[in-house]
């Protein structure tokens, strides 16, 4: 994948990861939350944000070259 693919997608996820927070807080603070959907959103986010760290880590070069 070429560098400026990985800064789009990566993009993207980081857009997908906040608009999920909203809506995580935005369920959380209804009266008639669903508990399910909760966690089901938290589930997501939280692999949202490990492909993060993992195409962050790839754009770093490698220092030991």
Same mark, same amino acid.
């Given at each position: ?28 603070? =209804?009266?008639?939350?669903?508990? +399910? ?13 490990? +492909?993060? =760290?993992?195409?962050? =880590? ?8």
């Amino acid at each position: 994948m070429e560098e400026a693919d990985t800064v789009k997608w990566l993009e993207e996820l980081r857009v997908e990861h906040r608009d999920l927070d909203e809506v995580i807080q935005y369920l959380i603070e =209804s009266r008639h939350h669903d508990l +399910m959907k909760i966690q089901r959103l938290k589930k997501r986010k939280l692999r949202l944000k490990d +492909m993060i =760290s993992r195409l962050e =880590s790839e754009l770093i070069p490698d220092l030991d070259a």
